[in-house]
Nanobody
Framework: VQLQASGGGLVQAGGSLRLSCAAS????????IGWFRQAPGKEREGVSC????????QFVDSVKGRFTISSDHAKNTLYLQMNSLKPEDTAVYYC?????????????????????WGQGTQVTVSS
């Protein structure tokens, strides 16, 4: 099982980035893919959770209206489009997976629910 996040970089405030999470080794459509981020000195935060079996998606309030999700099931890839980026979005971004049968609206953005993790990709937003 492998999850690989990519697409991070350095961008000015107000700019955009698209992160990719490429999954392999499991049935993509049977999983929830979460996006998490961790800024220096802060706890890991759940940004988005996405049920690949039925399309349900959640976002943390701080990114609603700025971040969107899309997917390419043929490529087993989930994308996080990040627009209107702010310096406070600076963090290492991770994607993670859990079986969709475990989806719970109240906990899908909790990192403890996930058991497959990819390496992170750094997003830095300059002011």
């Amino acid at each position: 099982v492998q999850l690989q996040a990519s697409g991070g970089g350095l961008v000015q405030a107000g700019g955009s980035l698209r992160l990719s999470c490429a999954a392999s080794g499991f049935t993509f459509d049977d999983y929830v893919i979460g996006w998490f981020r961790q800024a220096p000195g802060k706890e890991r935060e759940g940004v988005s959770c996405n049920n690949m079996s039925d399309g349900r998606t959640q976002f943390v309030d701080s990114v609603k209206g700025r971040f969107t999700i899309s997917s390419d099931h043929a490529k087993n890839t989930l994308y996080l489009q990040m627009n209107s980026l702010k310096p406070e979005d600076t963090a290492v971004y991770y994607c993670a997976g859990m079986k969709s049968i475990l989806w719970d609206d109240s906990s899908c953005r909790q990192d403890t629910e996930y058991y497959y993790w990819g390496q992170g990709t750094q997003v830095t937003v300059s002011s």
